[in-house]
């Protein structure tokens, strides 16, 4: 509800604090829609596109957006810019904003198309169409949400440090974020790399709340880009041992404090603690090891983890319950190989190795009995999309072709994110370091073409760093970027309209 002071010529409207000047002409932005002070060195950029405005284009005049008319000559007002409708981005892999029937969350897959403009005619040797400098020191992720902002904002977040940036684009700069009254965001050291995601929440058009883990809690935290502020409030009194996922339209995340059970928290969409379920069972570790990311049907999550999984699984009624499986005690498993095996019916399969038998074998996490398959060697997986050597596998991982393909083959396709919508794989291709295995524990300097498998494989760049596959794409402005803690700088493509 708007409020009007008379006295000072200031409006409170939804959109946030304005004034007028004495002829009740023009009007000029100073507080944002939460209620923030407008960062000086954005001023320009609020007035011009990065956030709704009404415009007067014959005085140059701007107006709040909730005025259609121009409050002296009762002339139509425009707006000044306009969404474009850009999809979000949220870290690692881009998973929709809602979770779906019959959609597995927490894999590597994201709805967005990933397919470049010109792939046929790029090469490996192309330089990128566009640079971004890094944040600063630091392994950093990539969030593109709205953020009291009329378009999503590029965030970058480095977990371990508790830092957060945002993207100003006219400056080409990026701009520190500070919490509005002066606390600091949490740290995160309970959870490890390949254990970190977030999920993001949108509230109205212009806004959304970020679920991160940290080691004060879940965090939910509201950015307010025109204010270069954020808001936080910590959820659990207790760390967070695993990552959120949404599931059963709420955010879920482990939580533990010394000396108590381990906990599964509850929020809704705005960060407010809806409810607990505490893990039973007599056999839950006191350390986990290393954590995975969650993933999620409509009926059951995991956390995965070296000792085993936790389940948080929906009932008939609509209530969950918590438990821990330890693997069978003959198996350790293999996460370095990516995402889960999602089968065409639904189930999840994760492969393990198996020491007594010296090989491979998946195991079925849906089936009650545990159903296990041999395999003979071990693919990288994105969720629904493996690779045999640098050949799409459209069986299952652990099928072996009548007619074999290893003879001669000298590089792999590690695939690193898949398009559910138009099933095109961003990979990288590398030299055999000997076996997969040895490939991904090899800690040399490789060099990896990066790669888009949209029915042909086409090269579009390479790189030659430790650990290429620790590389992160993300999607912002319709265009793909790519972040590596050892290269210089992000760089950018652009995507096929």
């Known amino acids: 509800m708007e409020h009007i002071s008379k006295e000072n010529q200031k409006w409170e409207l939804p959109s946030g604090m304005w004034t007028a000047n004495a002829e009740g002409g023009d009007f000029a932005q100073i507080s944002s829609r939460h209620g923030h002070a407008l960062a000086p060195a954005l001023i320009e950029w609020v007035r011009t596109g990065l956030v709704p405005v009404s415009f007067d284009a014959a005085a140059g005049s701007a107006f ?114 500070m919490h509005s009254l002066n606390g600091l965001l949490g740290e995160c050291h309970q959870v490890s790399d390949e254990g970190w995601r977030g999920e993001v929440v949108l509230g109205d058009a212009f806004s959304s709340t970020l679920f991160v883990p940290t080691d004060d809690g879940l965090a939910a935290i509201r950015v307010d880009v025109p204010a270069l502020v954020f808001d936080v409030t910590y959820l659990g009194a207790a760390a967070s041992i695993g990552s959120p996922i949404l599931f059963a339209d709420h955010i879920w995340a482990p939580v533990r404090k010394l000396g108590e059970p381990l906990r599964f928290i509850c929020s809704n969409g705005a960060g407010e603690l809806i409810s607990e379920v505490v893990v039973s069972g007599a056999d839950v570790p006191q350390v986990f090891g290393h954590m995975q990311t ?23 009624d609509g209530s969950c319950v918590a438990t821990f499986t330890r693997w069978p005690s003959d198996l350790v498993p293999s996460f370095q190989f990516g995402a889960p095996f999602l089968a065409n019916n639904g189930d999840l399969w994760q492969i393990c190795w198996c020491a007594a038998k010296g090989q491979y074998e998946y195991i079925n996490l849906i089936s009650a009995q545990l159903l296990r398959q041999e395999a003979s060697r071990p693919l990288m997986c994105t969720g629904s999309m493996s690779y045999r050597y640098v050949q799409r596998v459209t069986d299952e991982p652990w099928y072996e072709p009548e007619h074999g393909v290893d003879g001669g083959q000298t590089r792999f396709l590690l695939p690193m994110l898949e398009s559910s919508s138009s099933k095109a794989v961003l990979g990288l291709r590398v030299n055999a370091a ?16 990066l790669v888009c498998d949209s029915g042909a494989v086409y090269a579009f760049n390479s790189i030659a760093v430790r650990e290429p596959w620790r590389m992160r794409f993300f999607v912002h402005d319709n265009k793909l970027w790519a972040f590596h803690v050892d290269l210089p700088h992000i760089q950018g493509w652009e995507l096929q309209a």
């Open 64 to 177: 709040p957006p909730e005025f259609k008319f121009h409050p002296l000559t009762g002339a139509a007002l425009g707006m000044h810019a306009t969404p474009r409708n850009l999809q979000q981005w949220m870290p690692p892999c881009g998973n929709s904003r809602l979770a779906e029937p019959g959609n597995v969350r927490g894999l590597r897959q994201t709805p967005q198309s990933l397919t470049l403009s010109r792939l046929a005619a790029r090469s490996e040797t192309d330089n990128p169409e566009h640079e971004m400098l890094k944040p600063g020191a630091g392994d950093f992720e990539f969030f593109s949400v709205p953020c009291a902002t009329l378009e999503p904002m590029l965030l970058a977040m480095d977990p371990a440090r508790g830092q957060l940036y945002a993207w100003a684009e006219p400056t080409q700069r990026w701009m520190p974020l």
């Open 294 to 316: 969650p993933v999620a049907d409509m009926r059951r999550a995991f956390w995965m983890c070296d000792e085993g999984y936790l389940q948080l699984e929906r009932k008939s």
């Open 434 to 449: 000997g076996s997969l295995k040895e490939t991904l524990d090899s800690n040399e300097k490789l060099r990896a073409e």
